[in-house]
């Protein structure tokens, strides 16, 4: 008897063995068009190795995924606009799969996986590059009266669609609304320029979006977001800035730690910036970063000055937390969030149009309100005093004295218009300048 069970479990290793490894599966294909490359996305039940190889005469990309099925439809894809002509799949080696993407033009093809994450399966994504040199800005593009240049980061985007609400309700898609309402408003604005770091639907890492600000020679980068918490109470605008020493509250630590996570999901590279010595980069930096942590507050107090008129405020101070998107040493840098998405009541709000521009228009007049008392030197506002407002955001430092001889009025007439009895004033505080 014990011999023939032997037997059997010998018998029944060997059938493991000699099963094959379970296929993975294509459950799902999407793809997006971003200004410099297209990305191609294969949801997969489960990890699976692949090729990447490109063929001339005519030009073609074939991927070869290991041991995978494809379940889901390719026929419905959207190639307008992207150097894809047409997508074939076949089997090949009888258990892969074989896709050849046909190309209208040359392309630099780049592939990784992404493993599984949050709600998301695993993942092949291909990247097409777009062989044109990417668009910079010279500096003989830039007038001795320049604009005041905001860069407006729509967050998440693509692949990562950022917090969920009800109803399927995407964050990527309520910022994107609301940044592309932004630049519509400080387009308005004469001496400012709205520019969208992300204009559709596509997910851009979190080190590119810091240095598009910096190639734009941007005066501000806001990045705008929809909270989320755990729980389904939690509500309330807040703007945050860096903070070199951590967050300010957990909070704040909380959301820093899911927007990062943001590049686990997208998926992104590393930027190498080792090309000054390590003394003397470190104290360039914090001497840059000091000033543009500095700089953030301000106006990141301004424009939560004019949220609390439209909306309740989670915090009524600027916070601050270590996100990665706020990471440039020489450009201010804000995050908004508009709200809480997770917040039943504030969702069905988000997803109105008509608020989404009441906030934008928010976001829009205390970016302006703080620009019009600091104009940049060399910029158009700071060349055309007139065309300024006579109204001034108080700033950290400020004093009643400086302001009045800032403009050339006397303290006394600058307290009795705004009704000041005492030398008291706050930061975000917004005073009318009486006229000379």
């Known amino acids: 008897m014990k011999k023939v069970w032997k037997q059997l479990c010998?018998?029944?290793a060997a059938l493991v063995l000699a099963l094959p490894a379970m296929a993975a599966e294509v459950q799902g294909v999407r793809l997006w068009r971003a200004p410099d490359h297209t990305r191609l996305v294969f949801d997969l039940t489960?990890?699976?190795e692949h090729q990447l190889f490109t063929l001339r005469g005519p030009d073609r990309v074939v991927v070869d995924v290991n041991n995978t099925r494809l379940r889901a439809q390719l026929d419905g894809l959207e190639l307008d606009g992207t150097p894809i002509e047409r997508l074939r799949y076949a089997r090949h080696n009888e258990k892969d799969l074989r896709v050849v993407l046909d190309l209208k033009q040359q392309v630099n093809p780049r592939s990784f996986a992404l493993r599984r994450h949050q709600n998301l399966p695993?993942?092949?994504?291909?990247?097409?590059?777009?062989?044109a040199q990417s668009e910079e800005i010279s500096l003989q593009q830039v007038s001795r009266e320049r604009a005041i240049v905001i860069a407006i980061d729509a967050g998440h985007g693509g692949?990562?669609?950022?917090?969920l609400g009800p109803g399927g309700l995407k964050e990527k898609d309520v910022v994107l609304a609301i940044s592309r309402q932004l630049r519509k408003f400080i387009d308005a604005r004469p001496g400012f320029s709205g520019k969208l770091v992300r204009g559709g639907d596509y997910y851009v890492p979190h080190r590119e979006r810091v240095n598009k600000g910096r190639q734009l020679r941007a005066d501000l980068f806001v990045s705008i977001h929809a909270d989320a918490f755990i729980r389904k109470s939690a509500r309330g605008a807040g703007v945050y800035a860096l903070s070199s020493r951590g967050a300010t509250s957990e909070t704040a630590r909380f959301l820093a730690q899911r927007e990062n996570e943001s590049d686990l999901i997208g998926g992104v590279g590393n930027l190498n910036l080792g090309d000054k010595d390590d003394t003397l980069a470190g104290v360039l930096l914090d001497l840059s970063m000091t000033a543009s942590i500095n700089a953030s507050l301000d106006i990141g107090t301004s424009v939560l000055g004019q949220l609390g008129t439209l909306t309740?405020?989670?915090?009524?101070?600027?916070?601050?937390?270590?996100?990665?998107?706020?990471k440039s040493p020489d450009v201010p840098s804000i995050l908004v969030e508009t709200g809480f998405i997770t917040?039943?009541?504030?969702?069905?709000?988000?997803r109105d149009p008509k608020f989404q521009r009441r906030l934008a228009e928010k976001i829009s007049e205390g970016i302006v309100s703080y620009f019009v008392s600091h104009p940049p030197?060399?910029?158009w506002l700071a060349a055309n005093p007139a065309s300024r407002s006579r109204r001034h955001t108080i700033a950290r430092g400020d004093t009643l004295s400086g302001i009045a001889l800032r403009y050339k009025v006397s303290v006394a007439a600058l307290k009795e218009l705004n009704g000041i009895d005492s030398s008291v004033i706050r930061v975000g505080q917004t005073l009318t300048i009486p006229s000379g």
Request: aromatic share 4%; charged share 30%.
């Open 159 to 163: 692949e990562d669609p950022g917090a």
């Open 343 to 350: 917040n039943p009541q504030e969702a069905s709000r988000l």
């Open 10 to 12: 010998g018998l029944s």
């Open 377 to 379: 030197a060399g910029t």
């Open 312 to 326: 309740h405020l989670h915090k009524k101070r600027v916070e601050q937390a270590n996100f990665a998107v706020l």
């Open 122 to 131: 695993d993942r092949l994504v291909i990247d097409l590059y777009d062989r």
């Open 46 to 48: 489960a990890p699976a």
